[in-house]
Each structure stands twice: as C-alpha cells, then as structure tokens.
C-alpha cells in the first residue's frame, strides 16, 4: 500500500489556513515522507486526483457556485474531509455579510466603496459564478473531521495532517481547540 | 443539616443550599453562565442542568435547592449531550463569531464552555438577524449581538446599585437587553456609569471601550488594592500591562464595596487627560526650566530657611488628602512641628471632618458606625450630602436597599440627586438643617414632618448618614435624633485620606494670611479655584504634582510626584478602617513619592521627618473607631 493521498483547496477564505500550514516549516518534510501531497493552491495539480484522495482539505466557507462545485468534488473525491478554519468551520468572516442582503453586500463592495470614482457596477458577466449566502462547509457536504481556529495554529495543522497521514483519526480538544 | 451525594461524594450541606453550591463544597465543578456568584441565581443559561436520581427531567444545578439524600449525577453522557446543545442553542441564537470579538481568546466565559465540553463547531448555524448595537455611552458599548440574555447586567443594575437601568424587553429571540423603557439610549438613559455590568457580563455584550484589545486577563499584571478617590476607600484590582493601566474592577472579596464601584473608581480614573511632569523644575529668569532634584531643593532650601520658625508670616503649607497617611504624616512633621507655621491644611481645609472631630474630641466618644449598616437598615436618613455627586457607592447601598422596603429621607437645603428615589425629602430652606433635625426628635405639632416622623418611629434598625453639609451644631442635633431613635450614624468625610488628616488637626479653612512662601502638596489632585486665587499672589511657591497644573505659571519650584496608581502607603477610610495601597505602575524616571519628596526636602532643611505615624491615628478621639 502506497503513502495516503492528501489534497486540499481553497474557498471563501483568506488563504490564511494555507499560509499557517506552510508555517509548519521544515515539518512539511516530515508530512511528505509519510503522505503523497497532491493537488493543492499552492502546487501545480489543482484537482484532487479523480481516483481519489485519503484526505481532502478545505479551506474558507461556501460563498458561490463555484465554491460549491469545489467542495462537492472534494467531497466526491476524498475518504476523509477536513474543514480547517474558522471559515470553513463556521462561515468566519465572509460570513459578517449574511446579516445584510445579497443586493446591499454587492452595492457596498461595487459601488459604494470608498476606491469607486465614479459610478461603480456590479459585476453581472454570466461566466462568473453567482453569489449565494455564506455558508459553512457541513451546510453544504457533510464533514468528517472540524478544525477551527484563525487560523489553526501551525501546531495543530501539523498534529491534524501527521495524525492522518499515519492513518489515525486526529482529536481537536483541549490546548488544540481555538476559535480564534 | 441534609445529606446529598454529588458524583458519588457524600456531603452534608445546611437547608437551602443550591445543587451548584453543594457541589462546590463537594469538588465537583459544574460549568454555568448566567450565574454569578455574587447575584441571585436566575436558571436562565439552562448549562448547569444536571441528572437528579428520581426526576423525570434534568434540572438546573443553580436554583435548585438540594433537599435530603438527593443523588445528583453531573457528567453523565445524558447531562454531556444536553450540555452540548444547550450551548448549540446559544451559538445558533446571534452573533457568536469569535474571530472579530475583543473577548475572545480566553475572557469570554462562553467560547470557554464550548472548549470545555470539547465542541469543535456548531451542530446549527446562526439565522443571521442583526440585532442593535448601542454606543452611546462614552465608557461601554452595548452590542445585543453578543448578548446571551443571562441577565448578569440587568441584576447588577437592580441588585448591587440598585440603579434599574437596565432591562429586558420582548420575549424569546426578539429579547433585547435595553435601557430605561427601550427608545433611550444608554449614553442619555438613568444609568450611572458605575460599569458593574461591564464587570459581570460573560461575553462581549457590554465592552469597555478603554480596556478593549488592550490585553486578556491571562496577559495582564493584577493588583488589588483601593480606590482613592474618595473617603470609602472600595476594593478594586487594577488589570495593567507594560505599565500602562488596562482596566479597574471592583474587588467581589473587599468588605468595604463587595465589588461594587462608581464611575469615578473605574472609569474616570482611566480617563486621564492632564499630562505628567517628570523633572523638577525651577523659576530662572522668570521661565521655568528643568532642574535636577538637588538644584530644586537647595533653591527651596535657600527661600525657606529665612523662613523657618516664623508661625504668621513664613511657610503656609497645604496637601491633598490622595496623599498616603505616611506622607502627611511627614508634611505635618515637616510643616508644623520644624518649620512651625501656623497654616498647615489639607485641600479639604477640613469642611469634611472637622464638625465632627470636635464633637469626638468634646465628648471623648466614637460614635459613627460602618456603611455595612446601610445594607440592613430599614430607615435611612441622609443628611447634608447628594450620594449622586460624591461618595456615590454609599448612595448605592442605599439605592439597593429600598426594594427590600428600607424607607430613605433626605435633609438638605438644596436639590438632591436622590429627591426622587427618596421617601421623604425635607428641605431645611432659609431655616438651617439643625432646625429640621431637632423638630424631628421632638416632633410634637410639626405636621409637615409627620411623614418622616412616621417612619423613624416605626424602624428598628434606622441609620443617620451625614455629609459635608452638616455643621457642628447640625450634628450635635443629628446624632441626639439618632440616639432618640437608637440608630446608627455614619459620616461620610471628604476625601482618601479625610479621616487621617482630621486626625493629623490638618483641617482649618486656607488663608494666605502674611505668610512669605506656599508649599502645596497636590500630589496627583485637582485645586480649588480660591485656594489657586489666594496662591498667585505669594512670593514664593512650591508645588509637588503629578501632573501639569495651572499653578505652574506662579511656581516657583514644581517638584514631580507619582500618581494614584504608582503610590504605595496607608489610608484611613471613613470608616476607621486602615487600608494599604499597592502600586500597580512604576512611576516614570525622575519622579519621587510624595513621602520621599517630603523626606528629602526635609533632609535638606536638616530636619528628620521620621516617626510613627500610626501613633496619630488615635491620638485624638476620632468620630469612628479606628480599626487599624
């Protein structure tokens, strides 16, 4: 049996998630021996492999169409699903917007932004995906494994990604549980 | 006594005790969050709920009253589950993202739950309603998207101060914590600013705008020592970081306030706005310049030694009554006993202690009582003091009490903060408050009094508080009412240090007189304008300050001194009682204590200023038996 698959992408979110797990440093030497790191933002695959992945991380919350593909083809395509950070978790920050609607949220963003010179416009090109409520992952596809935190400590990304590379089930209490 | 077994541990416990406290006594932890141990317990969180062997449903640890050989269960996984979903519950109600909150991160008691019952996210989403936010008040902000509608606040306000402002409006979702009858906001509502619900709230509902982001409470230096702004003398514990002050909350163990405070303890105290001197600085050429300490003092030296050992027309001295009683000790010392003016006081100039004293003194009694008095009084009359102006915890104590039927009558001559929540107001008018207090103990044919009359003669346990605005005759009279009526007495007196300072005879009214030379102890005081008017016109002045003062432009000398949060020493509060200040700050560099300021100056005049200055607590007959 080969080294378990592990492919993560990216949401609604700040790529903060993904920037917490680089700072996990010289440990990613340590996650590549025992795991095959595959399609994630930051390598050149970009799709979890269609055969399937042990592991499928998801950073952010679902915000669009396009996000919603994404995680139902994660989802789809992974044994276990990750949901790390507070975005993905619980609809984080990108979530503030749901207590306004969709209208006044695109207005302040396109319009009535401090930057917009004269009259601004919001984007309506059918090609781009279309925007939705902010949701958290496990409204959208059920999730296995929750790692909250803004962002999760490098400690724990680290913990969570060893203990599934090894084949184990990673338990976030404790000094591990942070929500912020 | 009944027996309960909690956990498997059998305790006996007195009648009465809830399930939350027996299992307190028992070492049994159960998580909570609407109660509060210094409120009366509400059951409205429902997170304490626990199994009771033989009930059909689960039950509120915290109101529940344990009755005999009850068997409580506290971590079953029936109890876990419903723990879980309680908290789902709350989270799902509002606003609860802890990313942008100032409390999250270890001060926020409902993020800690959900860590302690192991939650790693939420079984159901927020409906995502917004819901008010109030920033109206220039200390705290209300955000209702926070709040967990556990009524913490609303039973401060009504119970510890016994102020009512706060409510609660609407049922279910719709509940809205809000002040007075809902359309005021708090800024323009009855509150007083005394931020005990800044204190008790679990989240970031009510969040103090001075403290925020500034540090949590793992990250914060704490201090408990007292307030000095004013002669009660309230435990607080001070939050400070990298010597920067964070916050202030009144001490829960203090017996003198039991946590509670007013705005000038916890709030104007952080509000800061004069600026610091940080060197010595001496006259030249009719600008003040920076000097070091020993040039100012060999300059002080050089203009009172001529001076010394005139009483009429050399050194008038004066001190503020925030200084610790170590230092007036040694301004005493110092000012009349070396230098043997005949005008040394205190900024108070004694309106606040000095009827007394004389009294204490003429009769060689104490006769005042403690403010505990307040909490179990049934009649209360204030006499020549507005407690919404000054002393304002007392006034609380009071305020809290009347719910619980204590009656309040208010002898004064002039408007009173309190008029409204009193029973009976008499206003002495053109006639003098003695007047008024003496047609009181004998009150035959006085129909206008009859009111207050009434309520005296029906109240077992009266209690006559007094303020500034009582004269020695006014007193005399006050406390034969008050022994005609078997009651209690308490004087309010002025500042910190009031009482020391009358017991130090520091108290006779400022006059310049032909004295050559003014030393003003200020400390980190403010100045009364005819004090400051009488002072421009001395030859040569020397102020020890804190901070910058309008009586720089006629100093000559102006030394530095710390400020309330960096001094150390003792203070008498109007109840006798000795307190002990603890710094929370370390003063800049270049600026002394006022006791070593004194002490040096002093040296440099050849004087030693050491000695006991516990020996001048009861050196005198003081109004209040000095506990010390």
């Given at each position: 049996m080969g080294k378990p698959k592990i492919a993560s992408d990216w949401l609604a979110g700040c790529a903060g998630c993904h920037m917490s797990l680089l700072d996990i440093d010289e440990r990613i030497?340590?996650?590549?021996?025992?795991?095959?790191?595959?399609?994630?933002?930051?390598?050149?695959?970009?799709?979890?492999?269609?055969?399937?992945?042990?592991?499928?991380?998801?950073?952010?919350?679902?915000?669009?169409?396009?996000?919603?593909?994404?995680?139902?083809?994660?989802?789809?395509r992974c044994s276990l699903l990750v949901a790390l950070g507070d975005c993905a978790v619980f609809g984080g920050v990108p979530a503030m917007r749901n207590m306004f609607t969709l209208e006044e949220s695109l207005r302040r963003a396109y319009v009535e932004t401090e930057s917009t010179d004269s009259e601004g416009k919001i984007p309506d090109d059918p090609e781009l995906a279309v925007p939705q409520k902010v949701r958290a992952l496990h409204e959208v596809v059920p999730v296995d494994i929750f790692v909250p935190g803004c962002p999760p400590d490098p400690d724990v990304i680290y913990y969570v990604l060893s203990e599934l590379a090894q084949g184990r089930k990673p338990e976030i209490i404790g000094d591990k549980l942070h929500w912020h | 006594m009944i027996t309960v077994t909690i956990d498997e541990k059998t305790i006996q416990v007195s009648e009465g005790t809830t399930v939350l406290k027996a299992a307190k006594m028992a070492g049994v932890e159960i998580p909570t969050l609407c109660d509060h141990p210094y409120l009366t317990p509400y059951g409205g969180c429902r997170l304490c709920l626990v199994e009771v062997q033989g009930a059909r449903t689960l039950q509120p640890a915290c109101t529940l009253p344990v009755s005999n050989n009850m068997v409580v269960h506290t971590s079953t996984e029936k109890v876990k589950s419903a723990r879980k979903f309680v908290l789902t519950l709350i989270f799902?109600?509002?606003?609860?993202?802890?990313?942008?909150?100032?409390?999250?991160?270890?001060?926020?008691?409902?993020?800690?739950?959900?860590?302690?019952?192991?939650?790693?996210h939420w079984q159901l989403q927020p409906n995502w309603t917004p819901y008010p936010v109030d920033a109206s008040h220039p200390y705290f902000i209300l955000d209702n998207n926070r709040c967990i509608l556990c009524r913490r606040c609303v039973r401060a306000c009504g119970e510890l101060v016994g102020n009512f402002t706060l409510g609660l409006e609407e049922r279910g979702a719709l509940s809205m914590l809000i002040a007075d009858l809902g359309s005021t906001p708090l800024g323009e509502s009855s509150c007083v600013s005394c931020g005990s619900c800044v204190q008790?709230?679990?989240?970031?509902?009510?969040?103090?705008?001075?403290?925020?982001?500034?540090?949590?409470?793992?990250?914060?230096?704490?201090?408990?020592?007292?307030?000095?702004?004013?002669?009660?003398?309230?435990?607080?514990?001070?939050?400070?970081?990298?010597?920067?002050?964070?916050?202030?909350?009144g001490d829960w163990e203090a017996a003198v306030n039991g946590g509670v405070l007013c705005k000038v303890g916890r709030f104007y105290q952080m509000d800061e706005k004069r600026k610091r001197v940080t060197s010595p600085m001496v006259r030249k050429e009719g600008a003040l310049k920076q000097a070091t300490w020993d040039e100012a003092l060999s300059y002080i030296v050089e203009h009172f030694k001529p001076l010394a050992g005139k009483s009429n027309n050399g050194i008038a001295a004066i001190a503020s009554t925030r200084l610790p009683a170590e230092a007036l000790f040694a301004f005493k010392k110092l000012f009349v006993e070396h230098l043997k003016s005949d005008m040394v006081t205190t900024l108070e100039e004694g309106m606040a202690t000095l009827a007394a004293a004389k009294l204490a003194e003429k009769t060689g009694k104490s006769f005042e009582g403690n403010l505990n008095a307040l909490d179990g009084a049934d009649c209360i009359l204030v006499a020549g003091a507005d407690l919404t102006q000054d002393h304002?915890?007392?006034?609380?104590?009071?305020?809290?009490?009347?719910?619980?039927?204590?009656?309040?009558?208010?002898?004064?001559?002039?408007?009173?903060?309190?008029?409204?929540?009193a029973d009976v107001t008499l206003k002495a008018g053109s006639g003098s408050l003695q007047d008024t207090l003496k047609r009181l103990a004998s009150?035959?044919?006085?129909?206008?009094?009859?009111?207050?009359?009434?309520?005296?003669?029906?109240?077992?346990?009266?209690?006559?508080?007094?303020?500034?605005?009582?004269?020695?005759?006014d007193l005399e009279a006050l406390l034969r009412l008050a022994e005609s009526y078997n009651g209690k007495v308490i004087g309010l007196k002025g500042g910190a240090n009031s009482l020391?300072?009358?017991?130090?005879?520091?108290?006779?009214?400022?006059?310049?007189n032909g004295h050559q030379a003014a030393y003003v102890a200020l400390g980190d005081d403010f100045l009364a304008q005819n004090i400051e008017d009488q002072l421009k016109d001395v030859p040569f002045l020397v102020v020890q300050t804190a901070y910058q003062t309008e009586l720089a432009e006629h100093a000559d000398v102006i030394l530095p001194v710390e400020m309330w949060a960096e001094v150390s020493g003792h203070y008498l509060n109007l109840e006798g009682k000795l307190q002990e200040a603890h710094p929370s700050l370390t003063a800049p560099k270049g600026v002394n204590s006022n006791l070593l300021t004194l002490e040096t100056l002093g040296a440099a005049l050849g004087y030693d200023l050491k000695g006991d200055w516990k020996t001048e607590l009861t050196a005198r007959t003081p109004a209040v038996a000095v506990a010390a």
């Open positions: 030497i340590k996650i590549a021996e025992l795991a095959d790191l595959r399609a994630t933002p930051i390598t050149d695959l970009k799709e979890p492999d269609e055969d399937g992945v042990a592991v499928g991380i998801l950073e952010g919350g679902v915000n669009n169409s396009a996000n919603e593909e994404v995680a139902h083809r994660m989802r789809s | 799902s109600e509002r606003n609860h993202f802890c990313p942008f909150c100032q409390l999250s991160g270890g001060d926020c008691e409902l993020q800690n739950a959900a860590y302690k019952e192991d939650m790693t008790v709230c679990p989240t970031g509902a009510i969040i103090e705008r001075h403290s925020a982001y500034k540090g949590h409470d793992t990250q914060v230096q704490k201090t408990s020592t007292l307030c000095i702004g004013c002669s009660i003398g309230c435990g607080i514990v001070i939050d400070s970081r990298d010597n920067q002050l964070v916050r202030i909350n304002e915890v007392a006034g609380f104590f009071i305020k809290r009490a009347q719910p619980h039927g204590t009656k309040l009558i208010l002898v004064d001559s002039g408007t009173n903060g309190l008029d409204l929540a009150p035959d044919n006085h129909s206008e009094l009859s009111g207050a009359v009434e309520l005296l003669a029906g109240a077992q346990k009266p209690v006559f508080l007094y303020g500034s605005g009582v004269n020695e005759g020391y300072a009358s017991q130090l005879r520091l108290e006779k009214p400022f006059k310049l």
